[in-house]
C-alpha cells in the first residue's frame, strides 16, 4: 500500500511529490575531475546510483543518449564527460539488482526501427517485470545521421511526425503479443510458450503502412506487464508539446523554476485537453540540480565551489566560443569578455549538443551588457549565464520547496541531475527524503503492483487505437477551428505523417539566458 495522504486540513487534495534520478554523465553539470567521482562505464557505478535511487523510493532511473560524440572547432570535445555505453544493455543489467525502480531509456525514433525498438523495450519490460519507459528523442541532424549512413535524410518537420507514426506502431507491437504469464490486461490470445508456435494463434500479427513504414510480421514475444512501456518526451517546441500531449505519459523538462514550470504545466494542460486527456494522465518532471548544506550559507558556499568545478577555465571559452562561434582560445578566461562580434553565421562550431537557443543575437548583446554592468570575467559570466542550481539549502528547506512545486503544480516530481558519479544522490537520498517523509507528501513504501505505472500514479496502459482516435479527433477540432476534442473516432494511418498540429505560437526560450539541456 502506498502510504500518500491524500487530503490536508485545507480543502485541495495534497500532491505527493514524485523523485527520479538522471544517471550523470555526457553534460556539463557532472565534474568528472571530483576526487570522489567514479566510473561512467563500469557496472557498479550504475549498480550504486540505482540502488540508492531505490532506496529512497524513486520513481526511475532515467539515462540520456547521445548517438554521436560530441565535437567542438572539429575536434571531439572533451573537456565533459565522453561518451556512454549502450542504454538498453545498461537498464537490462540494472533490472536484475533492482525490485521497484522503473528503468527510463532515450532512444532516438529516428536512427531506430519500431520492431527492433519495441522488441528491446518489450524485452526490458519483461526482464524488469514491468519497469520499462522509453524517452523518445527526434535526433535528425546530419551530423548524427553520419554515425547511421542516413545523413540528414529527415526534414525538422518531419520529425514528431516519424515520432509519433513510431510510437503508434511500437505500441501496436507490444499489444499485439499474446497474454502472457506476467501480462496484467488485454485479451488472451490462447499463445502457447513464447518462442514456440504451439498455439500462437494470429497472436504478433501486425502490418502497418504510412509515410514512415511499410513493415508487416510476427511480434516476437507475449505482452509484457506494463503492456505499453511508459512513454517520455523531452522537446520543447510547440510541435514537441503537442506530440507529448497526444503520445506521451511524462515529460522530462528543462523548465525548472517556479513561475517558468507553472506556466509550462498550465500550457500542457490546455493542450492534454484538445487530446480529451486530463493532467494526471501526463506526469511533468523538470530536470533539477541541488547542493545542501547544514546551514543555508554552507549550501551557498559548496553550491558556490561546485559551480567553480563545473566551468573551468578551459570550459568557460568553450562555452561562449558555442554562442560566438569563433576560436577564443587567446582569451584570458579569468579577464573581459572578448573585443570581437560574435560570427552568428558560424553556428556549427559545436556539434552534437541540443542548442536551445535560436537567435544568439540578443543573448550575447545581453551577456555582453552584463559583464560590463557587474565587472565579471569569462569565467565569471558563465557561472552565471549558464544552468545554475535549482535548489539550494539544508534539507529541510530543499525538501519544502519541492513540495511548493508540486502544490502549485509547476511540477509533478523532480528528475535529480546530481554533479557526481555514483555518490551523488547519496546525501539527498539520506537527508531530503525523510525531510519530504516528515512533511507527508512523499511515500514511505512502494505501491503495490510493482510497476513503473504504478509507481508514477498512471493507469493501466490505453490500446493504441485509443490514442490514434484522441490524436485523430484533435486535429479534427482543429481543422474546424473549435479548437475542442470532440470524441470523434477514426483511425487515419496516412494521416499520422501529419498528425501535429503546427502551431504558430513562439518558442518559450528565455531571450538572455542561454540554457543548454544538461542532459545530452
Ligand atoms: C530536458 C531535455 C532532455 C533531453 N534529453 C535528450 C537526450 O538524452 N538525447 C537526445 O538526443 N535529445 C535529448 N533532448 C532533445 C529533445 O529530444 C529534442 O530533440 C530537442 O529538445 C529539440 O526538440 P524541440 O524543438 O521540440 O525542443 C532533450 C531535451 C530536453 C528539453
Known amino acids: 500500500m502506498t502510504t500518500h495522504p491524500t487530503h490536508s486540513t485545507h480543502a485541495a487534495p495534497v500532491r505527493p511529490v514524485h523523485l527520479a534520478a ?5 553534460n556539463n553539470t557532472t565534474v568528472w575531475t571530483d576526487p570522489a567521482g567514479g566510473s561512467h562505464i563500469e557496472f557498479e557505478s550504475f549498480e550504486h546510483f540505482a540502488r540508492t535511487a531505490e532506496n529512497g523510493l524513486f520513481d526511475f532511473l532515467f539515462l540520456a543518449e547521445g548517438l554521436r560524440l560530441r565535437e567542438h572547432k572539429g575536434e571531439i570535445f572533451d573537456l565533459d564527460v565522453v561518451g556512454r555505453p549502450e542504454t538498453a544493455t545498461v537498464l537490462a543489467a540494472l533490472a536484475q539488482v533492482t525490485r521497484n525502480l522503473g528503468l527510463a531509456g532515450t532512444f532516438s525514433a529516428t536512427f531506430n526501427e519500431p520492431y527492433d525498438l519495441a522488441r528491446k523495450l518489450g524485452t526490458l519490460d519483461h526482464l524488469s517485470a514491468g519497469r520499462a519507459a522509453w524517452n ?13 549512413r542516413r545523413g540528414g535524410y529527415l526534414d525538422y518537420a518531419d520529425r514528431y511526425a516519424r515520432a509519433e507514426d513510431f510510437i503508434s506502431v511500437a505500441r501496436t507491437l507490444w499489444e499485439s503479443g499474446a497474454a502472457g504469464p506476467g ?12 518462442g514456440t508456435s504451439a498455439g500462437l494463434g494470429e497472436s504478433g500479427a501486425f502490418s502497418h503502412r504510412s509515410d514512415f513504414f511499410d513493415i508487416a510480421g510476427r511480434y516476437p514475444l507475449p505482452r509484457s506487464r506494463q503492456v505499453h512501456p511508459v512513454i517520455f518526451q523531452a522537446g520543447d517546441s510547440p510541435d514537441g508539446r503537442d506530440f507529448a500531449a497526444g503520445s506521451a505519459d511524462v515529460i522530462f523538462t528543462r523548465h525548472s523554476e517556479l513561475e517558468e514550470g507553472k506556466a509550462f504545466y498550465a500550457d500542457i494542460t490546455r493542450r492534454l485537453a484538445r487530446y480529451g486527456r486530463g493532467e494526471d494522465e501526463l506526469k511533468i518532471y523538470p530536470g533539477v540540480t541541488f547542493v545542501l548544506g547544514d546551514t543555508a550559507a554552507e549550501a551557498e558556499e559548496r553550491a558556490a565551489l561546485i559551480r567553480r568545478q563545473q566551468v573551468s577555465g578551459p570550459g568557460a571559452i568553450a562555452f561562449l566560443e558555442q554562442l560566438w562561434g569563433r576560436d577564443l582560445t587567446a582569451y584570458d578566461p579569468d579577464g573581459p569578455l572578448p573585443d570581437v562580434d560574435p560570427d552568428f553565421d558560424n553556428a556549427d562550431i559545436t556539434r552534437g549538443r541540443v542548442r536551445h537557443v535560436k537567435d544568439p543575437r540578443p543573448v550575447a548583446r545581453a551577456w555582453r551588457e552584463r559583464a560590463e554592468a557587474e565587472g565579471l570575467s569569462i569565467r565569471e559570466l558563465v557561472i552565471e549565464v549558464s544552468a545554475r542550481h535549482s535548489f539550494v539549502g539544508t534539507p529541510g528547506r530543499v525538501a519544502e520547496q519541492m513540495n511548493e512545486y508540486v502544490q502549485q503544480r509547476a511540477a509533478d516530481g523532480f528528475i535529480l541531475v546530481p554533479h557526481l558519479t555514483p555518490g551523488g544522490l547519496d546525501e539527498f537520498v539520506a537527508r531530503v527524503v525523510p ?10 513504501e512502494y505501491p503495490e503492483g510493482g510497476t513503473l505505472r504504478d509507481n508514477l500514479g498512471l493507469g493501466g496502459y490505453r490500446p493504441d487505437t485509443e490514442w490514434a482516435a ?3 479527433a484533435a486535429r ?7 479548437g475542442h476534442h470532440n470524441g470523434t473516432e477514426h483511425r487515419d ?4 505523417s501529419a498528425a501535429a498540429e503546427h502551431s504558430t505560437e513562439n518558442s518559450t526560450q ?8 544538461a542532459h545530452v
Open 435 to 444: 525531510e519530504l517523509q516528515e512533511r507527508g507528501v512523499y511515500r514511505t
Open 470 to 472: 484522441a490524436r485523430a
Open 136 to 148: 523518445v528523442v527526434t535526433t535528425n541532424n546530419a551530423f548524427t545521421g553520419a554515425n547511421f
Open 510 to 517: 528565455p531571450p538572455a539566458a542561454e540554457k543548454e539541456t
Open 183 to 194: 501480462a496484467v490486461s488485454g485479451s488472451d490470445t490462447g499463445a502457447g510458450p513464447a
Open 476 to 482: 479534427d477540432a482543429h481543422r474546424d477551428g473549435t
Open 22 to 26: 538522471h544517471f550523470p554523465g555526457v
Open 493 to 496: 494511418q496516412a494521416g499520422h
